[in-house]
């Protein structure tokens, strides 16, 4: 008998961090690596945050606090939410957590059973899709398809709500197309949820990405609406905005107290608490004057980088990429790559079990890796069900021009280097067999 349960077995994963073994193998073979694939800031926290972290740190906070969070921290959560999103909100109804991921799974734990249906984007954020099979509930993925520039018309929604849906999943700005939701694809989604959705549906809105907007446009959030407040857990942080990934600092606003206190139990059975230092440097950074303007420095560098990168995309033959509203990612469409490089064509000759296992776009991107030396993240590893025909790829443009500017120079030279794929179908290794 195995040591292992089985429920591991049906468990996924995050590829932009799995992406590092090919990157190590690569290296070990003597290519050159850009890495444009994890979705992290390329900027270090602000001082004035740091300083709050030492502070709070010379004052002895090293020990266990409220599982729920710190008051002053939920205080500034709350203000925060309340002024962003026009909402009433209590520091009742706020849980500090260890990064804005475990409110995914708590959401799954406290709400979804085996059999229940979960509505969530794909493309989308792959720990979506891993919690709903490995909780036995059934996947129902929303497809977000390019020409609407990865976002859904309500009535596409419509179509998926049954009696056994459960919990919906909204994620704007969209990691990994950077495509958000406007606010009148929310109201219509709000429509269609007074509509057709039971009383015990609950919303995921992810917003970790809610500073991260560009053109004009403004982060909008359904817990805004009316009747929509009490369905929504609104699950963010301050990884993205205050380029804090290492800090593990996230929360979630829960439509209650009481299901608050449940994610508190939760946090309790896990996590015990967040450390309270982190949660001295996040209240800081909701609350200080000083971090508008680290925010908006960022946020201009990305777009910067954005409008360097996109034209470029699009002067290579067989790319086509739509110019994003928000996060730091960028989504080519590269089947005409794939159709000039003979991807296609290689991926239809394997065999069934093989075929199922991979994707043209997964193909093409460990081709870009091992034979060009620019890592990136191809469609499948951003949900499984769905991508079947997506051959889209994500680069991350968390990295400084000259960087980016030598990948696409590499990712140009890739597109029309068919010798180097037939070599490269050839290689064991390369192709991950």
Request: glycine fraction near 8%; aromatic fraction near 8%; hydrophobic fraction near 45%.
């Amino acid at each position: 008998m195995s040591a292992i349960a089985a429920r591991v077995a049906s468990l996924g994963t995050e590829n932009a961090f799995r992406i590092g073994e090919d990157i190590a193998k690569a290296k070990q073979r003597g290519v050159d690596v850009i890495r444009l694939t994890l979705g992290e800031p390329d900027f270090d926290t602000a001082p004035h945050i740091t300083e709050a972290a030492r502070a709070s740190l010379a004052r002895g906070d090293t020990h266990y606090v409220d599982p729920q969070g710190i008051l002053p921290f939920r205080k500034a959560a709350a203000a925060h939410i309340a002024r962003t999103r026009g909402i009433e909100v209590s520091p009742d109804d706020v849980v500090a957590l260890p990064g804005a991921k475990p409110a995914i799974a708590y959401s799954f734990l406290a709400y979804v059973n085996p059999g229940d249906e979960v509505v969530y984007p794909s493309p989308g954020f792959p720990i979506y899709e891993s919690w709903v099979t490995f909780l036995g509930a059934k996947p129902v993925p929303l497809v977000l398809r390019e020409e609407k520039a990865f976002a859904f018309e309500p009535a596409e929604l419509e179509a998926l709500l049954t009696p056994r849906t459960k919990l919906l999943i909204l994620c704007s700005p969209s990691n990994p197309t950077g495509g958000v939701l406007s606010p009148q694809v929310l109201e219509g989604v709000a429509r269609v949820i007074e509509r057709k959705a039971g009383p015990d549906l609950r919303i995921f809105s992810d917003e970790i990405y809610e500073d991260l907007t560009y053109d004009g446009f403004r982060h909008a959030s359904i817990a805004s609406l009316p009747g929509m407040r009490e369905r929504t857990v609104i699950a963010t942080g301050l990884s993205k905005s205050f380029a804090m990934t290492g800090w593990r600092m996230g929360y979630a606003v829960l439509p209650n107290a009481a299901e608050a206190r449940l994610f508190k139990q939760l946090n309790i059975n896990y996590v015990s608490c967040v450390a309270p230092f982190v949660q001295e440097a996040a209240r800081e950074a909701l609350e200080s004057p000083k971090s508008a303007g680290a925010v908006a420095a960022m946020r201009e560098e990305f777009r910067r980088r954005r409008d360097v990168v996109v034209p470029a995309l699009n002067e290579i033959p067989g790319v086509r990429c739509n110019l994003p509203l928000g996060a730091f990612y960028v989504f080519p469409n590269v089947e005409g790559v794939c159709r000039s490089l003979g991807v296609h064509a290689f991926h239809a000759s394997l065999p069934k079990d093989r075929r199922a296992a991979t994707s043209p776009a997964t193909l093409f991107q460990r081709f870009l890796l091992y034979y060009h030396g620019v890592a990136v993240v191809d469609r499948r590893s951003f949900g499984v069900l769905g991508s079947e025909g997506q051959d889209f790829v994500r680069l991350s443009i968390a990295a400084d021009l000259p960087t980016l500017k030598k990948g696409l120079e590499r990712f140009a030279k890739a597109a029309s280097d068919a010798d180097g794929f037939r070599r490269f179908t050839g290689d064991a290794e390369a192709l991950g067999v």
